[in-house]
C-alpha cells in the first residue's frame, strides 16, 4: 500500500461549490504540506502543518483552508471554488528531523 | 531570495544516449537540494539528494547529479537513457530546519525518442 494517499485522484466540479481533497499517510510523520501545480510551473506551496495543533499559511492560501484532524490526515478545502484552481494537487510529508518530503499521487481537480 | 531555474523547458534524447538536465540555484544559506521525477499521471518520486560531502551523488534508476558551488548549480546526468525515463524533471532547494520551504523549478520534459 501506499505511504501517502489522496482521494479523490480527480474530480470535476462547478464554480461556487465547496471542495475537499483528502490526505493520509501511514508513514507516522508529523509534518504535512499541500502544493498546486500548474502548467509550465513548478509547485507552490499552500498550507503546512507541524502538528495538528499547528497549520500554516504558504505562498498561494487564498481560497484555500486546511484541517488536520489526526496526524495522519491532512485535509484542503476549496470554500468556492473558481476557475483558475484548475490544477494538479499534492500532499506531502516529512518527519521531524528528516531531509526529505514524500508526496502522494496527486489530485487532478478541474473548476468548469 | 530563493529560486530555481531549470532552463530547458523540453529535451529530446536518444534512447541509449546521454543526459544532462541544468538545474540553478539562489539560496542563501548551505542549500539541501533535490531532484525528483513525475512520470505520467504519478506523484513525484525522489530521485536523490544532496546536503554535504562528496558534490558528486548517486540515486535510483542510475541517476546522478554533481553539486557545483561555484556555479550554484546542481545538474542531473544519466549515462544512458531507456524509454522509460521519459517523464518530468523537477528540481529543488530548501532547508533542514523548521518546516523546510521547498522552492521547485518549473520542471523540464524529457522525451526519448527511438
Redesign the interface.
Known amino acids: 500500500d501506499a505511504d501517502v494517499t489522496q482521494t479523490p485522484r480527480n474530480r470535476i466540479t462547478k464554480t461556487g461549490k465547496r471542495i475537499m481533497l483528502e490526505c493520509s499517510q501511514t508513514k507516522g510523520h508529523d509534518r504535512m504540506y499541500w502544493y498546486r501545480q500548474d502548467p509550465g510551473l513548478g509547485l507552490q506551496l499552500i498550507y503546512y502543518s507541524f502538528d495538528v495543533k499547528d497549520i500554516n499559511k504558504g505562498e498561494i492560501s487564498d481560497g484555500y483552508s486546511v484541517s488536520r484532524q489526526a496526524q495522519a490526515k491532512f485535509s484542503l478545502s476549496l470554500e468556492s471554488a473558481i476557475p483558475n484552481q484548475t490544477a494538479l494537487y499534492f500532499c506531502a510529508t516529512r518527519g521531524q528531523g528528516a531531509d526529505t518530503q514524500y508526496f502522494g499521487p496527486g489530485t487532478r481537480l478541474t473548476v468548469l | 531570495a530563493q529560486s ?1 531555474t531549470q532552463p530547458d ?1 523540453h529535451i529530446t534524447v536518444s534512447e541509449g544516449a546521454s543526459l544532462e538536465l541544468r538545474c540553478n540555484y539562489s539560496y542563501g544559506a548551505t542549500p ?1 537540494l ?1 531532484w ?1 521525477v513525475q512520470s505520467p499521471g ?5 530521485l536523490l ?1 544532496y ?1 554535504s560531502g562528496d558534490t558528486l551523488v548517486q540515486g535510483i534508476k542510475g541517476f546522478e547529479a554533481e553539486f557545483k558551488r561555484s556555479q550554484s548549480s546542481f545538474n542531473l546526468r544519466k549515462p544512458s537513457v531507456h524509454w522509460s525515463d521519459a517523464a518530468e524533471y ?1 528540481c ?1 532547494v530548501g532547508g ?1 530546519t523548521g ?9 523540464t520534459r524529457l522525451l526519448v525518442s527511438p
Request: hydrophobic letters at 50%.
Open positions: 530555481v523547458i539541501y533535490f525528483y504519478q506523484g513525484l518520486q525522489l539528494k546536503f523537477f529543488a533542514n518546516f523546510q520551504k521547498l522552492v521547485f523549478g518549473t520542471g
